[in-house]
DNA sequence: TTCCTGTTTGACCATTTGGTCCACAATAGG
DNA sequence: CCTATTGTGGACCAAATGGTCAAACAGGAA
């Protein structure tokens, strides 16, 4: 009845989702999301509820999406162990030097809200639950075909990868290196997926890793700005 | 010369860390600051800087102070690879019900600044580097001593134990059980910090997992609010 | 004691914030 | 076509934000 919405709201949601991603809750204002909504603050509030409902709502749909996408990438046909694997096969980013990495919505908004958001918290738990029993699955099938050890608890292990997942997630934000994130990845493969008859024979793994550099960045000399009467303003860095 | 500091810099600046630590960056006022310091405004800004100076400040202590304490605790001269498997030890929480986990510092700084700050971003890459040096070196220990496989690549193991630890201080806020954390820390000793002997003949792990409940929390239901005058303001939890 | 120098305080500022409201526009149903 | 009803945009608001400033203040040096 009446006027129509003007707007695809599940397309909105997407680019609000977009918006809240690239710099978390509190970081993001109703000006900026007007902008790129294109929205007027009145549709946007008879849409969605306020700033933290519609935060809520695009959390949801980014983390759904993320649910069905793990479930969907272990579902193949392919071996469980090789499924498995491909989890943690990551670029050795020999191409250049990489941007930062703003890294997985859901994770980034766990960390700012859940210790004092509950409803955050709890899709969080739910999703990550889920995850692993998905993991658990498959590491489950993999234990049967007999890729891995006979003693593997597949909930245990479900747990773990999902552990160096988010792990690596984290280290990710943090600046390092794809060549690291690569080795970090390899190293998962070799000593968490792989069968007993690998562990019966003492095989060295082959892989030489380079060692740690301390290279240190050179400290930004404080620069003492003279007092002015005009307001500094902290440029954000995009 | 002139009138002195009328109070101990440090002893403020560990104040505002735990202020920042609580809440994040952003979320974090100056009149928040001014309350926990007991300082003016003018104060705080004569003696630190602006809130992105004063913030890296308290980051920079606290960074510090984790390094040290990491070193630290795996100085002792017990056996390495029990330095390392008490890294992994949690509690299991048998009594009662645990608040919200907030978090460590520095992981939640990296998650959300690193990405737009770099300094925030080297800070945490310089420190994490130097966690892993130090996890790589006992490793080596551990592996020279017998105790880890002799095909152990310690920058590779090294690296990996401080992803895990990662995973788990991530998860931790997603609100998973202290239970499931001791297990998860259980699995890392059993799967990542054992010597050949152990891998040779394939002992089971005894260790039962409960299965994963996927007890959904009920949808609070929307309530249309009657349109008044009074903005709504949505209480902070604590 | 008297200055000189640095500290402290809080008033003040422009801007931004999340949120409300209302006049207007647009459509579906009669 | 008319009208009831819903969506839209933006003006408006109070509160909060990060930041500046100048005057009052206090301790050390002379």
């Known amino acids: 009845m009446a006027r129509p919405r003007q707007f695809?709201?599940?397309?909105?949601?997407?680019?609000?989702?977009?918006?809240?991603?690239?710099?978390?809750?509190?970081?993001?204002?109703?000006?900026?999301?007007?902008?790129?909504t294109g929205l007027g603050k009145g549709s946007i509030y008879a849409a969605f509820g306020?700033?933290?409902?519609?935060?809520?709502?695009?959390l949801r749909l980014y983390s759904?999406?993320?649910?069905?996408?793990?479930?969907?990438?272990?579902?193949?046909d392919k071996p469980a162990i090789e499924k498995l694997?491909?989890?943690?096969?990551?670029?050795?980013g020999a191409n250049g030097a990489s941007k930062p990495y703003r890294g997985c919505f859901l994770a980034n908004s766990t960390t700012e809200l859940a210790a004092h958001d509950c409803e955050v918290r709890d899709l969080a738990r739910q999703t990550y639950q889920a995850v692993e029993g998905i993991f658990a699955e498959?590491?489950?099938?993999?234990k049967k075909d007999g890729d891995l050890p006979s003693a593997t608890e597949p909930a245990e292990l479900g747990r773990l990868l999902l552990t160096?997942?988010?792990g690596i997630e984290f280290l990710r934000?943090?600046?390092?290196?794809?060549?690291?994130?690569h080795g970090i990845g390899h190293a998962t493969?070799?000593?968490?997926?792989?069968?007993?008859k690998f562990w019966a024979r003492a095989k060295p793994s082959a892989r030489a890793v380079a060692g740690s550099t301390f290279k240190r960045p050179p400290r930004k000399k404080q620069v003492r700005k003279p007092a002015s009467a005009v307001k500094t303003v902290r440029p954000k860095e995009r």
């Open 8 to 36: 695809d709201e599940v397309k909105m949601l997407a680019v609000v989702r977009d918006e809240f991603a690239s710099k978390g809750f509190e970081a993001t204002s109703l000006d900026d999301l007007m902008r790129v």
């Open 50 to 58: 306020d700033k933290h409902q519609l935060f809520l709502s695009a």
């Open 64 to 76: 759904d999406a993320t649910r069905n996408a793990m479930h969907a990438a272990l579902s193949s």
């Open 85 to 92: 694997r491909m989890l943690f096969q990551f670029p050795d």
């Open 138 to 142: 498959v590491v489950e099938q993999a």
């Open 164 to 166: 160096v997942m988010q």
């Open 173 to 181: 934000k943090s600046g390092m290196t794809a060549e690291e994130v």
């Open 189 to 196: 493969e070799q000593l968490l997926l792989r069968g007993d």
